[in-house]
Nanobody
Framework: QVHLVESGGGSAQAGGSLRLSCAAS????????MAWFRQAPGKEREGVAA???????RYVDSVQDRFTISWDNAENTLTLQMNSLKPEDTAMYYC?????????????????????WGQGTQVTVSS
């Protein structure tokens, strides 16, 4: 089992920055892929950023060049640095993890492969 706890959400003005963190614990010591998803009221959950087991990253077009995803092996922490925030970034943000037995896994922005999810942290951006 893997336990994920997000932090760092809050409120920001448009153009501002926030940094989300996701602390992972449990059986995270394997081949892993991690991702951030978000869901706004009345909308479907959307993959925002993902990082594969070999460090490859993917971003949804709407956050490209504004958001940066990273994984700290020493701290077992996933981070999402969000710059140039827009009101449309307002959503609940979720951390997700996939741990496989061997080989590698690629960064993916669809939710199906991810086995573990955090409880979410709210991000609100005002204009």
């Amino acid at each position: 089992q893997v336990h994920l706890v997000e932090s760092g959400g809050g409120s920001a003005q448009a153009g501002g920055s926030l940094r989300l963190s996701c602390a992972a614990s449990g059986d995270i010591y394997g081949t892993r892929c991690m991702a951030w998803f978000r869901q706004a009221p009345g909308k479907e959950r959307e993959g925002v950023a993902a990082i594969g087991s070999e460090g490859g990253v993917r971003y949804v077009d709407s956050v490209q060049d504004r958001f940066t995803i990273s994984w700290d092996n020493a701290e077992n922490t996933l981070t999402l640095q969000m710059n140039s925030l827009k009101p449309e970034d307002t959503a609940m943000y979720y951390c997700a993890a996939r741990v496989v037995g061997g080989g590698y896994c690629r960064a993916a922005l669809i939710s199906v492969p991810y086995m573990y999810w955090g409880q979410g942290t709210q991000v609100t951006v005002s204009s």
